[in-house]
């Protein structure tokens, strides 16, 4: 798990292109959205074309996601249920 936490955070960065972010400025539990990262609703689409892409989770329901990108740490234990990649 704590190694696709890591990748994660690397993918997030790589992603949404935050070049001022480390991954060691990323906490698992750390919000991503609003007080945390600051990521809006563009990064999220990002983020589900990422699950998508590398994971094979396909995300229909916005509730879901919201969900799911509450952290790291959520979207890590998410992703061992459900991937297919």
Do not use: C, H, W
């Not at 689409?45 to 879901?64: A, R, S």
């Amino acid at each position: 798990m704590e190694a696709l936490k890591l990748e994660l955070k690397e993918k997030i960065i790589e992603q949404l292109n935050l070049e001022d972010v480390e991954v060691s400025e990323i906490g698992d539990k750390d919000p991503l959205f609003g007080d945390g990262l600051g990521l809006d609703s563009i990064d999220a689409l990002e983020l589900i074309v990422m699950l998508d892409k590398d994971y094979g989770i396909k995300l229909t329901d916005p509730k879901e996601g919201k969900k799911i990108f509450e952290s790291v740490e959520v979207m890590a234990s998410y992703i061992t249920e459900n991937r297919t990649k």
